[in-house]
Structures are given as C-alpha cells and as structure tokens.
C-alpha cells in the first residue's frame, strides 16, 4: 500500500520538513514477520506536483545496507524509465540463483566463523544497565561538521579509520561510565556469515 501525504497533512511548512517528519515517526514502528506487507511507503508531494519525497520503511532482515544501495539504483532506473527520461529497460546483472550460489560457496567458512565467534564471546559479560534491555533498539544520531572531520583524519592517517576512532571513543566513554574493562559491543557488518 501507498500513503500519500501532502505537507499541510503534517502541519509541516514543506516537503523536505514532512519527510524528516515521517522519517523519524517509521523509526519507532515495528515490523513484525508474521504481518505483512513487510514495508511501508509514504509518498508526500507539494500542492504544486512538482516536489516529490518517497519514504521507504523496511526491516533490516528484507533490506540491508548493501542491498539498499542496488535497491535505489534500481529503483532510480525504474522511475526514469516511467517518467520518460530512458526508454531502456534496467537489465539486473544478476540473478538471485547467482547469489544463492555465491553463499553455498561461502558456508563451509561461515560455519567456521560462527563457531569461532560463539566460543569467543561464549562468557562475554553483560553490559551493565540500570534498566533491563529488550528487544527493541534506538538510534542515536551525531554530525561531525567537515573541519572536525578533516581534523580527525589528518590526526590518525594511517592508523586508523574513522570507523575505528569513533568505535575507541564509544569503547572509552563506556569504560568511564560502568568501569568495565572487558566490553562487548555488536556492530553492523557486510554480508551475513
């Protein structure tokens, strides 16, 4: 199903500010596997028909990271071709068989991996929390403005990644708050084992 909206629906002044709006309200309602569809769309367009945002919410487990990037190509070639802008038609390079088979090839070592990782965290201590943890996660969000960037990376060049540094400093800041010395932190990774 399809949502249309227009800013005014939202009380919002335009269509990038209704956006972020419904950006913000899709991040705090879950999915659930047994109910479908397993996306939501919202579509918010101004009076005028010329300003168009299309909001997608789905699940990590349907759309990762790096598929989205080859969804939204795909998509961007889809809606040129229904606007008009190409009359070619986007080919896929690959098929789902071939990357099913791309992981049958991997298994041997994902099995690997799992195992290795399970005995390795196997006494992982728990992160000390004042409230118990659920099932439901947050985002938090922080900009680093260009200069503090550069700054950053002129610092560590070579040595580390941005990735890296900000992980060390959440690593450090948790240190500072619960004392702990062993820490565990999950992050998101490429590819599934």
Known sequence: SLDRLAPADLHCPCVATAAAAIVEAEANVPFSPQTLPLHRVTLVGDDTGTTWAIILAVPHCIL?????????????????????????EPLPTLQYTDFAAFHAERQPQSARLVAFWRQQL??????????????????????????DTAAMEQQWEGLATPYTMVLSAFFTLLHRFWGCVDLTVGTPVTWRA
């Open 122 to 147: 196997h006494n992982a201590p728990p992160l000390p929390l004042s409230v118990p943890s659920g099932s439901i996660g947050g985002r938090v969000q922080c900009h680093m403005d260009e200069a």
């Open 64 to 88: 990762d990271g790096m598929a989205c990037g080859i969804y939204l190509q795909e998509l961007t070639q889809v809606y040129a071709l229904a606007t008009g802008d190409t009359t070619e």
